[in-house]
Structures are given as C-alpha cells and as structure tokens.
C-alpha cells in the first residue's frame, strides 16, 4: 500500500494506536488525529523511538466544520485521504432510565456523526482518484445490543446502516465502505476493569481469551488492501467467537 495515505481517527488510542501501526507497517503514510492536546506529544515521541514517521492533526470528530478544514490541512501538508479510518469513540453508560441528554448526544455525536463529518469532505476524493477505503470502528454491541449501553448500541448499529448505504453509492467506482465489529479487546479499558469481572467476560468468550489491538488491525489493514476491493458493505465480527451470527 506504498503512495495510499491513511487517516485514522483517534489513533492514539488502544487500537487507534495498533492499526496505526500496521498501515505503516504495510506501506501506507499514516495521519491521525487526536482531541485532548499534549498527549500527541508523547505518542510521537513513542512512535518515533518505534521508527514510525506518523502524523498527528488536533481534531474533535463530532465538530462537522473542524472534519473539514484538518482534512483540507491534511490535503495541503500530506496529501489527499485515500484510506478512511473511523475508530474515535466513547462511552457513557448508564441503564436507560438514569441516561440523560447529555450523555446521549455525546455518544451519538462521537461514533456516528463523526462518519458524516469524516466521509463527506474524504470520500468525493476516493470516488474522482476511483480508489478508496472507509473502515468504521463499531462494536459487538452494536449488533446484539447490551444492557447499560442503549447510546453507544444505537450508535454503534447506526455505523453498519451508514456503511452499507454509502458502499452501495460508491461501489463502482472502485471505494469499499465496511464495518469492523470488535468483540472484548485487552486495552487500558478493559484491563482497568476489576480482575474478577473480567474474568467474568472471558468465561463468556468461546476462544477464552481477550482479544488483541494487533488483530483489530490485522483485518483493518487487509480491508484497506486491493486483495479487500470485493468487500464492501460488510460488517465483519471479530470477537472470540462471543456473538456469532
Ligand atoms: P480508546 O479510548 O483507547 O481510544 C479512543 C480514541 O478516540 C482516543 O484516541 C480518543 O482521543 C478518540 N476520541 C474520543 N473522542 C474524540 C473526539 N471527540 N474527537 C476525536 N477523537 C476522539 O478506545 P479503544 O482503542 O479501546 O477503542 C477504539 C474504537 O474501538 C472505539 O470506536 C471503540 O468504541 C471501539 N471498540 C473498542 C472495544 C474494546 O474492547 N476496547 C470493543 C469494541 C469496539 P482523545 O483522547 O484525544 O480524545
């Protein structure tokens, strides 16, 4: 994938960090950006002493007219987006009759919108170069739902309906638009969880095991190959065997 330029959001992240990696480690010059200024400084530091060459923009994802201009700046500075990464996330969970607002709009705003506010000044770029990947992050809970999560579940599902929407929009014209859906992954989050309910967790995964960042990326970074040009509008489980349909 030497020449293709990759921009994944919220690449600092657990998995941000690990699918950063991987394009790099296939060829691609990698952007990513990040929300909360300071921490760009220490994971380029990081990066660098890895011999990683990424670059980092500040952009909040749910800020529609911020989407536009760092990936006008990235244009300008980088390069056009030919790989589309939407891997910025959150959670606020609470059961249903505690949700407030607040709390709603912010998961909603952070993993759907932000695919409005990233596709749309990316993905008429792909459609004119006629090559293009978008990858949307979504979540095993987008496809079975979970309790305590009726936001980041809505969300999380509405991330598949935009996907195949929009695949079948672009399709001949050489973009691939897929959903990635990760099961329990071993990351600061998870690992932060106390030892026995992860235990918990791990009794109800059929490999018995957590999954890793390392294999998010794996498929992130096949799905952003030309070997990937037949899926599209796809959502493609990766979760231990957790939720099979
Ligand atoms: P992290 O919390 O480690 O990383 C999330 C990233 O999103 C951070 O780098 C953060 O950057 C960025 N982000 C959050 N809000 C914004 C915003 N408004 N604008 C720009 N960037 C933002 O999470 P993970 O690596 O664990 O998760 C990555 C993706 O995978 C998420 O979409 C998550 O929902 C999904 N996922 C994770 C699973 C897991 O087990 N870990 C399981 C299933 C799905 P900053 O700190 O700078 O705001």
Redesign the pocket.
């Known amino acids: 994938m030497t020449k293709k330029i990759a921009l994944v959001?919220?690449?600092?992240?657990?998995?941000?960090?690990a699918i950063c990696k991987a394009l790099a480690d296939a060829g691609c010059t990698v952007v990513?950006?990040?929300?909360?200024?300071g921490?760009?400084v220490q994971w380029l530091a990081d990066m660098k002493e890895q011999g990683y060459a990424m670059h980092a923009y500040l952009?909040?994802?749910?800020?529609t007219d911020a989407c536009a201009a760092t990936v006008a700046q990235i244009a300008a500075e980088v390069g056009p987006v030919d790989i589309l990464v939407?891997?910025?996330?959150?959670?606020r969970d609470g059961t249903f009759k505690k949700m407030n607002k607040v709390d709603w709009d912010m998961v909603m705003?952070?993993?759907l919108d932000?695919l409005f506010n990233l596709c749309k000044p990316t993905v008429d770029g792909m459609v004119e170069r006629g090559w293009g990947r978008v990858i949307n992050?979504?979540?095993?809970?987008g496809q079975k739902g979970q309790f305590g999560q009726t936001n980041?579940s809505a969300a999380?599902a509405g991330m598949h309906g935009f996907s195949m929407a929009l695949a079948q929009e672009v399709a001949k014209k050489g973009v691939t638009v897929n959903t990635v859906?990760?099961?329990?992954?071993?990351?600061?989050?998870?690992m932060a969880v106390p030892e026995e309910v992860r235990n918990k967790i791990i009794a109800g995964i059929p490999v018995g095991r957590?999954?890793k960042?390392e294999e998010?990326a794996g498929l992130v970074t096949y799905l952003a190959s030309d070997l990937a040009g037949f899926i599209t509008g796809a959502n493609l489980a990766i979760n231990g065997g957790q939720h099979m349909m």
């Open positions: 959001t919220g690449g600092m992240g657990g998995i941000g960090t990513t950006t990040y929300s909360k200024s921490k760009e952009c909040d994802v749910t800020d939407n891997n910025a996330g959150i959670t705003r952070t993993n932000s992050i979504s979540s095993i809970n980041y999380k859906s990760p099961g329990y992954i071993g990351t600061d989050m998870v957590l999954g960042p998010i």
